[in-house]
C-alpha cells in the first residue's frame, strides 16, 4: 500500500495482523521491516520502547517503501509529533488522556487509543473515535470481553494487542468487532539476535494467513 493510501485507511484494515516491534539495534530496521512485508504484514508499529525507535522509524519510512510504519507506546504530544517527524504514518497508545487524543487527532495520521474498560470505550464513543486498541487484552478479559462488549457498543472496533499467539489469533480475528490483532510472535528473539530473516519472512506469511483460516463471523 502506497504512503498516501495508507493515510487514509484504517489501520485496522491494513492487515489481519500488526506486528509490535522492539527494536534496539538500529541496524535491523530495514532487513526486519523487509521481511515482514515480503511475508505480508505492511503494517509494522515501532514501540518508542528504546532510544533507537525514532531512528528506525524513520529508516524503515525512507527505505521500506511497501511498509507502512507506525510508533506504538505513544503516551505524549511530544511522542506523537516526534514520531510524526520520523515518518509514522499511524501512531498507537496503551491508554489515553484528553490530551494525548487530541495530540492525536491533530497529528494529520490514523491512531488507535489504548482502552481496556467499557467506561474508556464510551467516552471515546463522545469524541467520535471508533476505533481503538484493546490493551493488555489477554489481561483484559480476552475474546469473551469483546465479545461482551459488540452487544452495546456495536460502533466500537478494536485491535487487541497483548499476550496473543498465533494459536489464540484466529479465535480474536473471528469477532465481528475485531479488525486486526497486534503481536509479536513472528519475530522471536532467538530469530532476530541471528538476523534470521528468513525464519521472520515465514513466520510473518503464517501471521498474515491466519484470517483465512479464522472461524466465521
Known amino acids: 500500500m502506497n504512503p498516501a493510501a495508507a493515510a487514509k485507511a484504517s489501520v485496522l484494515d491494513l492487515a489481519p495482523v500488526v506486528p509490535v516491534v522492539v527494536i534496539d ?33 524513520r529508516a524503515i519510512a525512507d527505505g521500506v517503501p511497501d511498509a507502512v510504519v507506525g510508533a506504538g507506546t505513544v503516551i505524549s504530544a511530544a511522542h506523537v509529533g516526534d514520531a510524526v517527524d520520523a515518518g509514522a504514518r499511524f501512531l498507537v497508545s496503551p491508554g489515553w488522556t484528553p490530551a494525548l487524543l487530541d495530540a492525536m487527532k491533530a497529528s494529520g495520521v490514523p491512531f488507535l487509543p489504548g482502552v481496556s474498560t467499557t467506561s474508556e470505550v464510551v467516552a471515546l464513543l463522545e469524541q467520535g473515535v471508533d476505533e481503538m486498541k484493546f490493551f493488555p487484552a489477554e489481561a483484559a478479559g480476552g475474546t469473551a470481553y469483546l465479545k461482551s462488549l459488540a452487544g452495546p457498543l456495536p460502533q466500537a472496533r478494536f485491535c487487541p494487542t497483548g499476550g496473543i499467539s498465533a494459536a489464540s489469533a484466529p479465535a480474536y480475528l473471528a469477532l465481528r468487532n475485531v479488525g486486526c490483532v497486534g503481536g509479536s510472535w513472528m519475530l522471536p528473539g532467538d530469530a532476530v539476535a541471528a538476523k534470521d530473516w528468513a525464519r521472520v519472512e515465514s513466520l510473518a506469511r503464517e501471521a498474515a494467513a491466519l484470517s483465512a483460516g479464522a472461524p466465521s463471523r
Not at 541496524?27 to 512485508?37: I, Q, T
Request: cysteine-free; hydrophobic content about 60%; proline content about 12%.
Open 25 to 57: 539495534d538500529p541496524a535491523n530496521a530495514l532487513p526486519l521491516a523487509r521481511a515482514l512485508v515480503a511475508g505480508g504484514l505492511p503494517a509494522i508499529e515501532v514501540t518508542l520502547r528504546t532510544p533507537v525507535a525514532l531512528e528506525a522509524i
